[in-house]
C-alpha cells in the first residue's frame, strides 16, 4: 500500500503562486508515474499534469498550460506541482495520484492522496 500526502495549499491572490509538494511511501516511487488532478465545488475531478518516471515527459491540461509546472525528485519520493498567475477558477481541492500510465485519466490511477484545498481571491 502506498500512501500519497500532499503539503502546500492554501489562500492565495489571484496573480499569486503556489507549489504543491506531495511525498510517497515505500519503495515504488521512481517506478510509476505521478500527476495532479482537481476537483471543485460541485464539479468532477479533473486533470491537471502529469509526468513520467523520469521527468522527462510531462502533459497538462489545457486550463493550466503555460501556468503550471510539475516536477519529481524520485530521491525524495515527491512530485511538485508549481503553479503561477493563480485565478479565481483555480479554486479546488488538488489530489496528487500514482498511475498506470503517464497520460492519466480518473481511470489509469493506483493510488490517490487525501487533497490539499487551493482558494484564489479576487
Known amino acids: 500500500q502506498v500512501q500519497l500526502v500532499e503539503s502546500g495549499g492554501g489562500v492565495v491572490q489571484a496573480g499569486g503562486s503556489l507549489r504543491l509538494s506531495c511525498t510517497a511511501s515505500g519503495r515504488t516511487f521512481s517506478t510509476y508515474p505521478m500527476g495532479w488532478f482537481r476537483q471543485a465545488p460541485g464539479k468532477d475531478r479533473e486533470f491537471v499534469a502529469s509526468?513520467?518516471?523520469?521527468?522527462?515527459?510531462?502533459y497538462y491540461a489545457d486550463s493550466v498550460k503555460g501556468r503550471a509546472t510539475i516536477s519529481r525528485d524520485n530521491a525524495k519520493n515527491t512530485v511538485y506541482l508549481q503553479m503561477n498567475s493563480l485565478k479565481p477558477e483555480d479554486t479546488a481541492v488538488y489530489y496528487c495520484a500514482s498511475g498506470w500510465t503517464t497520460r492519466m485519466d480518473l481511470h489509469s490511477i493506483r493510488y490517490w492522496g487525501q487533497g490539499t484545498q487551493v482558494t484564489v481571491s479576487s
Open positions: 509526468i513520467n518516471l523520469t521527468g522527462a515527459s510531462t
